[in-house]
């Protein structure tokens, strides 16, 4: 009884390690809110395909991607008092909302790869010295816990006026952003890598990070997307800003873009288009009400061949280059996320650090493994192969299995948030008024 149960854990945790890629569709509207005041340009509106969804038009505003490291020295709009933009589809926005409720484990797992791909940034450093709260597992446990809380408010609530549950929500990470801001705005990344020196002991996992910049090394990635620009590295190396709009953008793509942009992969949800349309758009919002200015919020494209190619151009020019030159706070900083998942799911205690880093490679950066996989356990190898037909599974079977697995993650959640969040966690007015950390 007890290896059926280890079994079905872990075949319901591989069910989780796949995203959804989608087909396209056309948008427009002009963007009303940015430092310029500029007109975005307009894209015409097929009205042919999924017209219950077209009645109101979503703006294309996002400036390319080689010119993001502008807002590098541009503070994000915390102190607006709207959260709901001019442009906002509640048709679309629902959509959204309605298939990341449909799909929690998938859209959580997305965020947790989200999470550690910010980790591998040039500028974690800085993250750790603007928080306090990164780099020791005891401090990053609630703190995590407790962004993913605040994100599924989003989720599930209406953004509709100033006295629900997401206005409030937002109205305290903006806060809490505010406060981190204007505590450490006179601190550079030179800073943060010294106070990381002098403050940190955490004893890396070397073997695995040797490997893992070999199996990077000999992979097929171009030249081009193995290091920053001189104009990414520049703007980084002098802002004084700690969320700035550069910053807020890295952010917001990787809580938006991870089922856009791994291509290989099983579609275990068979989304519509109308759905990915709408995550997207959530997103887009979303960026808005946290501050993010039209230009730099990465989700205003008009349609999803357009979100694609700038959601992957972005992956290869910004979050590819971290990988290859990561530095000894960003280790800390991915270690400390790849021990969250294995020290607070404790029937995943076969899923270890190193294990779950070759997922990484071989399911979301796309590179081969041989390096990493020999390091692994017979048990670990037997897992890696085994995702694959388990997912193929997933995809083709009933209803029944996604729910299945959904439910079990949301306990398994639910467990780790009640542990440091008491009966917080029961109330979302709670929960959006008091849990955070």
Excluded at 73 to 99: C, I, M
Excluded at 120 to 140: C, N, R, W, Y
């Amino acid at each position: 009884m007890h290896y059926f149960k280890k079994y079905r854990e872990i075949f319901l945790f591989l069910a989780c390690l796949r995203y959804a890629v989608v087909s396209e569709s056309q948008f427009n509207k002009i963007c009303k809110r940015s430092r310029r005041n500029q007109e975005c340009s307009k894209i015409t509106i097929e009205r042919n395909v999924c017209n219950n969804v077209r009645h109101d038009d979503v703006p294309h505003c996002a400036v390319p991607v080689d010119e993001l490291f502008q807002g590098a020295h541009l503070r994000g709009l915390v102190d607006l008092p709207s959260f709901a933009p001019s442009w906002l589809n509640k048709t679309l926005y629902r959509e959204g909302q309605k298939w990341a409720r449909e799909n929690y484990s998938l859209v959580t797992f997305c965020h947790y790869v989200g999470a550690l791909l910010v980790a591998f940034g040039a500028d974690a450093g800085k993250v750790i010295l603007g928080t306090g709260k990164s780099h020791v597992l005891e401090k990053a446990i609630p703190r995590y816990a407790a962004t993913m809380r605040q994100i599924w408010l989003w989720y599930d609530n209406e953004l509709t006026n100033e006295n629900d549950i997401v206005f409030t929500s937002l109205k305290n990470v903006r806060a809490i952003h505010q406060s981190v801001d204007v505590q450490y705005e006179n601190s550079t990344l030179e800073q943060g890598a010294t106070w990381i020196q002098e403050n940190l002991n955490w004893d890396l996992d070397e073997a695995m990070w040797d490997a893992v910049l070999k199996d990077l090394n000999n992979s097929d990635i171009p030249e081009q997307y193995r290091s920053y620009s001189e104009n990414i590295l520049e703007n980084l190396k002098t802002s004084q800003i700690t969320l700035n709009q550069f910053r807020m953008a890295v952010t917001q793509h990787l809580f938006v873009a991870i089922p856009f942009i791994v291509r290989n992969s099983i579609d275990v949800t068979n989304p519509t288009e109308e759905q990915m349309l709408g995550w997207n758009h959530l997103w887009a919002v979303l960026g808005y009400a946290l501050g993010i200015e039209d230009e730099y919020n990465v989700a205003l494209h008009p349609s999803l061949k357009e979100i694609h190619a700038y959601y992957t151009e972005f992956f290869n020019k910004i979050i590819l280059p971290g990988l290859f030159s990561i530095q000894s706070d960003s280790k800390i900083l991915v270690e400390v996320l790849l021990q969250i998942l294995h020290k607070n799911t404790p029937t995943y205690d076969a899923v270890n650090p190193r294990l779950f880093m070759t997922f990484i490679l071989a399911d979301v950066v796309g590179v081969k493994t041989s390096n990493m996989e020999s390091l692994l356990t017979t048990v670990d190898k037997i897992i890696f192969h085994a995702q694959k037909p388990v997912q193929g599974l997933l995809k083709h079977g009933p209803q029944f299995l996604t729910d299945l697995v959904n439910k079990f993650t949301k306990a398994q959640a639910e467990a780790v948030m009640e542990t440091w969040f008491k009966y917080v966690v029961k109330s979302d007015y709670l929960i959006a008024k008091y849990m955070y950390y």
